[in-house]
């Protein structure tokens, strides 16, 4: 079984910046592609960022692109997403996953999700 434990969620005023983390423990994470998902009120899950196993191969939303960056410290087993130019609309809770599949299924529908954090972003 693997766990993955997402943290650092809070609130953040408009142009702010925010880093969530995502701890991974009991499956050997280092191998498998990772990425970050969010949910608003009333709207569906959507993708956000993903990043291949060793971090070469990085894929975005375009409604974060140049703001959000999707790192990862396997050393660690640590995911992060680092969030600037924070706007009300990237309001939402936030989830890790994770796939041994790759970055393309990570994006499609990943085998394992976290709990999620929230992000609150006020104007």
């Known amino acids: 079984q693997g766990q993955l434990v997402e943290s650092g969620g809070g609130l953040v005023q408009a142009g702010g910046s925010l880093r969530v983390s995502c701890a991974a423990s009991g499956r050997t994470f280092s191998t498998y592609a990772m990425g970050w998902f969010r949910q608003a009120p009333g709207k569906e899950r959507e993708f956000v960022a993903a990043?291949?196993?060793?971090?070469?191969?990085?894929d975005y939303a375009d409604s974060v692109k140049g703001r959000f960056t999707i790192s990862r410290d396997n050393a660690k087993n640590t995911l992060y997403l680092q969030m600037n130019s924070l706007k009300p609309e990237d309001t939402a809770v936030y989830y890790c996953a994770a796939d041994f599949h790759g970055v393309a299924r990570v994006r499609l529908g990943p085998s394992y999700w976290g709990q999620g954090t929230q992000v609150t972003v006020s104007s």
């Open positions: 990043i291949n196993w060793n971090g070469d191969s990085t």
